[in-house]
C-alpha cells in the first residue's frame, strides 16, 4: 500500500502509555525535568517503585491514565471551550477499549466452539488476535501455538482490549500488508506518536518506554491488521475446505474508493474515527510548561455499534467495566452523529404518475470512506417506504420493523436486492448474507463459504475492476442494477435508486409519502441461531440481550407531504388524439393547446414532478404559462368530452 503523510492525515494523537498514578516510579536523580512537589504529589498515589518490568511488551492504558487522562487542573487536554477532551477516558468507553470484555463476542466465540469442537484453539486463537492483541501478540511471540478466552481472562494486558499500546507500537513494516490479526510490532520499548520532538523524560523514565516520531501512525494502514479478516471456510462436518471466505475487509473497502484515491493527501481511517481539533492542544497533565501540539486527534474511535454501547454500560458492572456513565454517554451520542450525519444522504422524489400507478424514486449516497454497513456481518441497513392518505389510511409500505425487531416481508433466508419496489412484501434490506458450502444461509462465520448477497453501498469511487476488488465484491442482483454504483453509465457513484411504484386503487386526494433509513446492528433473523443454543457465554449475553433497547437507529428521513394525485385517478380520463399540447418540451414556459373548435376547455390544473398543483386557470383558452423553475410539469386539461392528462418538460 501507497504511504501518504500529509498535514491534513489524521494524527493519532499523542504518545500514548505515559505516567501510571497507580504506578509511579520513585527514582533518584533521574532527571531535571521532576521536582520534589512532583514527586511529593506521586508519592501519594505510587503502588509501585519503578517503570514497568521490561519483559512487559504492551504498557497498558493505565500506565498512559497518569499523564494523557483526566487533569484536574484543566491545563492538559482542555480545548478553548474549557472542555475536557482527554486521551484516555475518550477511549476507555469505545468498542475498542471494550473488545476483550464485549459479551457478545465471547458468546458467538463459543457458539462457533460449539459447532466446531474440533477447532476450538485455532478459533479462540485468532478471534483473540484482535479482541485482545496485547496479550495475543506477547503470547504468540514466547512461542505459544495459541492464546485461548481463558488465558485472555486471566491476562490484565490482554482485558485492556485494543489499548494505547496496541497502535501506538505497531511498526511501519509491513503496515498495510498484514490482515486477520497478523501485526508487526515494535519490541524495542518505544511508543510511536505524531509529534515530532516529543518531550521523552515522563514517559521514559516513569514507564520505562521511549517517545518517538513516527510518521507511520497517521497512515490508514494502522487499522488494516484487523479490519480485514479472512477466515478458514469448513464444512458442516467441520473440515476445512481449503477455501478462504471474506468475512469483513473495511480497509480493502477504503483502498476501494476515492478517498485513498488521492496519494497526495487521502482521508484515512482516523480523519473521521478520530477527527481533529484545528487548534494547539497541551497533551499530557502535570506539566504547566509544556507548549500545546497541532493539530489533536480525539479518541472517541466511534463507529456505528449504538445498541451493543448503550448494552454494555447498562451492564458495566457484570462485565467489570470501570467507565462513567457520562463517559458511555458522550460515546454513545458521537456515535449517533457519525450515523446521522456521516453515513448518508437520502433524496426523494416523485418521478412519474400514471391512470393508477405513482412512481417513487429514493436515491441513498453511501457519505462513509468504506461500504455501509460495514465490518461484522450482522450489521444491516434497510428502507421503510410508507404511503398515507391525508386521513392517515395507509396506502402503501415496504419495510415496517414488527414488534420483534425484525423487518415485515423479508424471506426467512436471503431477501433480495431491489431496483424496483412494488409490492409489500418487498424490502431493501443492505447486508452481507453467508452461505455454507451447500449454498445456505448461516450464521456460524466458520461455515461461512461463499457469500449469498452483498449490496452493502459501495464508498465513492468504488470500482469493479480495482485490484482489491475480490475482496470487496457486489453479489447477487446488485451486479445488475444499473442505479447501483452507476450514475450517468459511470461507475463509482456510491450510491443507489430504489424505484418505487405502487397502485392507487382510485384513490383522489393528497398523500404524504415517507422514506426512511434504519441501521440495525444485532437483527434478530442474526442472533437467534446462536441464542437457541446455550453455553455459559450465550447464557449470559442472552439475558442482557432481551433486557436491551434493540430499537433500530434511525439514520435518514426524507418526506412529502400533501401530494396531490386526484389528477391521475381512474374518473373520466380519456385517450384524446384530438388534443395536442406543444412544444414539448418548451423553453420559454409558453405551451400551446390545439384542439376541435366545438371542444371547450373548463380548466387546467399544472402539477409539478412532485405532483404538486402549482397552477390552475379556469378559463377556456388554447396557451397556458408553465412556472419559471424547469423541471417536468403534469397538465390536467379538463374538457367537455373528459380530462385529458399531458406530460410537459421546461428548458
Known amino acids: 500500500m501507497k504511504k501518504s503523510y500529509t498535514k491534513s492525515s489524521i494524527v493519532i494523537v499523542v504518545v500514548s502509555c505515559v505516567l501510571l498514578f497507580s504506578m509511579i516510579p520513585i527514582r533518584e536523580n533521574v532527571t531535571e525535568f521532576h521536582s520534589a512537589a512532583e514527586y511529593n504529589f506521586y508519592k501519594t498515589h505510587a503502588m509501585v517503585a519503578g517503570p514497568i518490568d521490561s519483559n512487559i511488551i504492551f504498557p497498558t492504558a493505565g500506565n498512559c491514565d497518569g499523564c494523557h487522562g483526566y487533569d484536574p487542573q484543566m491545563n492538559g487536554m482542555v480545548d478553548s471551550y474549557g472542555n475536557d477532551v482527554n486521551v484516555h477516558d475518550d477511549w476507555r468507553t469505545s468498542m475498542m477499549a471494550l473488545s476483550a470484555k464485549d459479551p457478545f463476542w465471547r458468546a458467538k466465540v463459543s457458539h462457533e466452539v460449539l459447532i466446531n469442537p474440533a477447532n476450538s484453539l485455532e478459533l479462540q486463537t485468532k478471534c483473540t488476535s484482535c479482541h485482545a492483541p496485547q496479550g495475543h501478540f506477547t503470547a504468540i511471540l514466547r512461542g505459544a501455538e495459541h492464546y485461548t478466552i481463558g488465558e485472555m481472562l486471566a491476562d490484565t494486558t490482554a482485558m485492556d482490549g485494543v489499548s494505547c499500546a496496541a497502535c501506538h507500537i505497531k511498526s511501519a513494516e509491513n503496515l498495510g500488508l498484514e490482515f486477520s490479526g497478523e501485526a508487526t510490532h515494535d519490541t524495542s520499548r518505544v511508543i510511536y506518536g505524531p509529534y515530532e520532538m516529543p518531550f521523552a523524560p515522563p514517559m521514559t523514565d516513569f514507564v520505562g518506554f521511549k517517545p518517538e516520531f513516527g510518521e507511520h501512525i497517521n497512515d490508514a494502514g494502522i487499522c488494516a491488521s484487523c479490519h480485514t479478516l479472512l477466515t478458514n471456510s469448513v464444512d458442516l462436518d467441520g473440515n476445512l475446505t481449503g477455501e478462504k471466505f471474506v468475512e469483513q475487509a473495511t480497509y480493502h473497502e477504503w483502498i476501494n474508493s476515492a478517498y485513498d484515491d488521492d496519494g497526495s493527501d487521502p482521508t484515512t481511517c482516523q480523519s473521521c474515527h478520530m477527527p481533529q481539533l484545528q487548534e494547539e492542544i497541551v497533551i499530557s497533565a502535570n506539566y504547566i510548561f509544556l507548549q500545546g501540539r497541532f493539530p489533536y486527534a480525539l479518541h472517541d474511535l466511534v463507529g456505528a455499534n449504538t445498541t451493543m454501547l448503550q448494552l454494555m454500560k447498562e451492564n458495566k458492572e457484570a462485565l467489570d467495566i470501570d467507565a462513567q456513565d457520562e463517559h458511555f454517554d458522550e460515546t454513545i451520542a458521537k456515535t449517533l452523529v457519525m450515523l446521522q450525519q456521516n453515513s448518508l444522504t437520502t433524496n426523494l422524489e416523485m418521478a412519474d404518475l400514471d391512470s393508477d400507478t405513482a412512481y417513487f424514486d429514493l436515491k441513498i449516497t453511501n457519505k462513509a470512506g468504506h461500504k455501509f454497513p460495514s465490518g461484522y456481518p450482522s450489521r444491516r441497513a434497510y428502507v421503510e417506504f410508507v404511503v398515507t392518505t391525508d386521513l392517515g389510511d395507509t396506502l402503501f409500505q415496504s419495510g415496517v420493523m414488527q414488534p420483534d425487531y425484525e423487518v415485515n416481508g423479508q424471506t426467512e433466508e436471503t431477501e433480495p436486492h431491489f ?53 470487496t465484491l457486489i453479489i447477487g442482483n446488485a451486479l445488475t442494477d444499473s442505479d447501483f454504483n452507476y450514475e450517468d453509465a459511470t461507475e463509482g457513484s456510491g450510491s443507489d435508486i430504489v424505484h418505487y411504484h405502487f397502485p392507487l386503487e382510485g384513490y383522489t386526494g393528497f398523500v404524504n409519502v415517507s422514506a426512511k433509513v434504519y441501521y440495525q446492528a444485532l437483527p434478530p433473523k442474526w442472533m437467534n441461531p446462536m441464542l437457541a443454543e446455550s453455553t455459559p457465554e450465550i447464557d449470559t449475553f442472552r439475558t442482557m440481550y432481551e433486557n436491551a433497547d434493540l430499537s433500530p437507529v434511525l439514520i435518514s428521513t426524507e418526506t412529502l407531504d400533501s401530494i396531490f394525485v386526484e389528477s391521475v385517478g381512474t374518473k373520466n380520463i380519456v385517450d384524446a388524439n384530438w388534443l395536442k399540447v406543444f412544444p414539448n418540451p418548451t423553453s420559454d414556459g409558453w405551451v400551446y393547446i390545439s384542439k376541435p373548435a366545438d371542444v371547450d376547455i373548463i380548466v387546467i390544473k399544472i402539477y409539478d414532478f412532485t405532483g404538486r398543483l402549482v397552477k390552475e386557470v379556469n378559463n377556456d383558452f388554447n396557451q397556458v404559462k408553465l412556472p419559471e423553475n424547469g423541471g417536468l410539469f403534469l397538465l390536467e386539461i379538463e374538457t367537455e368530452r373528459g380530462r385529458v392528462v399531458r406530460k410537459v418538460l421546461r428548458d
Do not use: A, C, W
Open 419 to 471: 431496483n424496483m419496489i412494488n409490492s409489500e412484501d418487498q424490502v431493501q434490506i443492505y447486508e452481507l448474507v453467508l452461505g455454507d458450502v451447500n449454498g445456505d444461509f448461516t450464521t456460524v462465520l466458520e461455515r461461512s463459504h461463499v457469500g449469498l448477497k452483498d449490496n452493502r453501498l459501495p464508498p465513492l469511487g468504488f470500482s469493479t475492476s480495482h485490484g482489491s476488488y475480490d475482496t
